[in-house]
């Protein structure tokens, strides 16, 4: 119990399986897949894997460190532990309001996400006609009250898990979900690799073409990082503040970024050499899996509809994780405002719901796609938002935080649980990271984020 609310994870393993399950979500399954496609396949790899370990799985740690040694929600943390530089409460205020705004449009996602996965059960989506996906797909989307349902229902179902709180609900649920999510993609990409003609999809997905690497898709590959550990936006703070005192922080953050890297990897597994082997083509972008993977599984027969089923619960489930922590984020500071658990979800549900209405309203020829945010539909403004410009604002802000006001003893006493485990060169080597490479790598992205 690290909290003062006495609210914490009760295991090691509930701990690694809730926090891997904030990371594993449609960013690795929806959305790793067709940009590391775009940007070189196997060039965008290198660059990607030293993103993630060498700057995000950083911040993971650092944001660990932070909730843990203060047991706080992220805008009371920093505070805490610099309480002569109050100011630094802004860094926590800017990653709740990175946290909801990635959650109005995760939920929008993931409400498609829960159609597909019915419409694939009632067999709908088995009923059409290969050329007329995109159609279907634009129609649904950017229509009024469907969406919005799909969303309401997605919603209600995280509220209820946040409600049920951290152990009882949000570890519980991630114990049970995060094995089975395993299961189901590997039983994807053993499928999708026995598909004749399927080794020009794992060519594709592997295959280090340098060319195709240009400046935007190094830009990509640490957004597509920070965005894929949830890192950013203070959401490890708070699983940090829930994590037991002798937990290992640095074995955790590896076996984290390590899990949410391989199902990254294993996602593209799973739908590239099936797109290859059914001559479909792999540049479909966002489109990718509600446009051009339902013609894949028409073109298996009755067991892609079983496949359909499988893949559209699995990205339903891995969704669900994620928004969990997102809620999770935005309940425990509300919280701690003297207001009940379960009032403080519901306010803040409905809250994000508005804004999640909104946004589907705007998308594609949506009835409000006419109202524009500086130039952009809301969708989209908050899409860039959250995707170029806040989460690397507020990880640059929290890793110099760690790097260089911080108090290293405090790093280094949290990270060795009180001198009780080694934690030797990693001490050096993460500390220089922390300090100089991190920092430099996060304000290029930044710079370059802001200008395109
Ligand atoms: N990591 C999640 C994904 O890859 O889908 C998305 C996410 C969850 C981002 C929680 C940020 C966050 F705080």
Redesign the pocket.
């Known amino acids: 119990m690290a909290t003062k609310t006495g609210e914490g994870f009760s295991s090691s393993f509930g701990a690694i399986m809730a926090a891997a399950g ?7 399954i929806w ?1 790793f897949p067709y940009i590391c496609g775009r940007y070189g396949g196997g060039a965008f790899l290198l660059v990607y894997i030293c993103f993630v370990f060498f700057i995000g799985m950083i911040l993971m740690m650092s944001e660990f460190v932070i909730g843990r040694r203060t047991g706080e929600d992220p805008v009371k943390a920093y505070p805490k532990l610099k309480p002569e530089r109050p100011a630094w409460r802004f860094v926590g205020l800017i990653g709740l309001i990175t ?1 909801f705004l ?1 959650l109005s449009i ?1 939920l929008v996602i993931s409400g498609w996400t829960l159609n597909y996965f019915y419409e694939s059960a009632v067999g709908t989506l088995a009923s059409i006609q290969d050329s007329d996906f995109g159609v279907h797909f634009n129609e649904f989307a950017s229509s009024v009250w469907r969406p919005v349902l799909f969303i309401a229902v997605f919603l209600a179902l995280t509220a209820l898990v946040v409600i049920g709180g951290v152990e009882k609900g949000v570890e519980r649920v991630s114990k049970l979900l995060m094995p089975i999510l395993v299961v189901l993609i590997f039983l994807l990409c053993i499928r999708s690799v026995t598909l004749k003609g399927a080794s020009a999809g794992l060519t594709y997905l592997f295959h280090p073409d340098f060319s195709k690497l240009t400046g935007e898709g190094i830009l990509a590959a640490l957004g597509q990082a920070l ?4 890192v950013g ?1 203070g ?1 490890m703070i708070v699983y940090g503040s829930y994590l037991p005192k002798d937990e290992n922080i640095l074995k955790t953050s590896i076996w984290i970024t390590v899990c949410d890297f391989f199902i990254a990897v294993l996602a593209g597994v799973a739908i590239f050499p099936a797109v290859f082997a059914c001559g479909q083509d792999p540049t479909g972008g966002p489109g990718l899996v509600y446009q051009v993977l339902p013609v894949v599984f028409n073109s298996m027969g009755t067991i892609g509809r079983v496949f359909s089923i499988i893949f559209f619960l699995l990205l339903t489930l ?2 669900l994780t ?1 928004a969990i ?2 809620l999770e ?1 935005l309940t425990q500071w509300l919280s701690g405002e003297k207001i009940k658990r379960t009032m403080s979800a519901i306010i803040m549900s409905l809250i994000v719901f508005v804004l999640a209405a909104a946004a589907s309203f705007s998308f594609g020829d949506g009835i409000w796609s006419g109202f524009k945010i500086s130039g952009l539909q809301i969708f989209d403004f908050l899409d860039k938002a959250t995707g170029t410009i806040l989460p690397p604002v507020c990880a640059l802000l929290t890793i110099i935080f760690f790097g260089w006001v911080m108090n290293k003893e405090d790093i280094i006493d949290e990270l060795s649980n009180h001198g009780t485990i080694k934690v030797g060169y990693f001490k050096v080597f993460y500390y220089f990271l922390a300090r100089f490479v991190a920092p430099v790598a996060l304000l290029v992205v930044l710079v370059a984020g802001i200008k395109n």
């Open positions: 904030s990371a594993v979500g449609l960013g690795n959305r946290c990635i995760y965005f894929s550990l949830s936006m959401v891995a969704a994620s922590s997102l984020a």
